[in-house]
């Protein structure tokens, strides 16, 4: 087992596909995240914003199977390959990287946001 | 052109293969490195350690070629799709994200650093 480096408590985790490899979605983990990851295979992050444990899909039915955990030659940042049910960004696209810098859009939308989320948004 | 945010000045970058999907590694951006990326067409990063801008292969000569640049729902994360020369790990392996968490290596390596790099290391 590699000794991960959190900084602040946290790790950078980059979301693929596995199947299609399209980059879905960029979180955080804490060390608890990353165990319950690894002990449950549903991916588990740590929200920066309201600093608390979440596991993508709780609220969504969105989960993300998690297949393998890859780390960098620094052991500072994670990538999660995952089986993604319905869609990984909230705004219903499938990846959060559906734009490009001049916000063209390059990615399709799966479902809708008020549907699955309730008018609160996320 | 989106609204990019920067968090200490800086903005997350994955960086991935245009060709195989892989991810190569994950770097940090400044708004210069984004600007200079853009400009070029060559992978700029903002070292946090070195606390210097630098171009990807600048030692090495293992340029990213930028042929797009997505960015997240929350314009706080970029990925580069890239044409990487020779391998975008200092290890010599093609990606930085070569182990899984218990160290099986699952890349191959395509240079020897001691040849690249010279004895030094980077």
Same mark, same amino acid.
């Given at each position: @087992? ?22 879905? @979605? @960029?979180?955080?983990?804490?060390e608890e995240a990353v165990r319950l990851t690894r002990e449950s295979g549903f ?7 309201? *600093?608390?444990?979440?596991? *993508? ?7 993300? *199977? ?57």
């Amino acid at each position: @087992m590699l000794h991960l480096k959190f900084s602040d408590g946290l790790i950078p985790v980059i979301v693929q596909d596995a199947q299609s490899k399209d980059v879905l @979605m @960029m979180a955080w983990a804490n060390e608890e995240a990353v165990r319950l990851t690894r002990e449950s295979g549903f991916a588990h992050y740590f929200s920066r914003s309201r *600093k608390k444990l979440w596991k *993508k899909g709780e609220e969504s039915g969105h989960f993300q *199977k998690v297949l393998r955990i890859l780390t960098d030659c620094d052991e500072d940042c994670l990538v999660y390959e995952v089986e993604q049910t319905g869609a990984a960004c909230h705004t219903g696209y499938r990846s959060c990287f559906y734009r490009t810098l001049d916000g063209t859009v390059v990615d399709t939308k799966v479902f809708d946001p008020e549907q699955v989320y309730g008018k609160k948004g996320h």
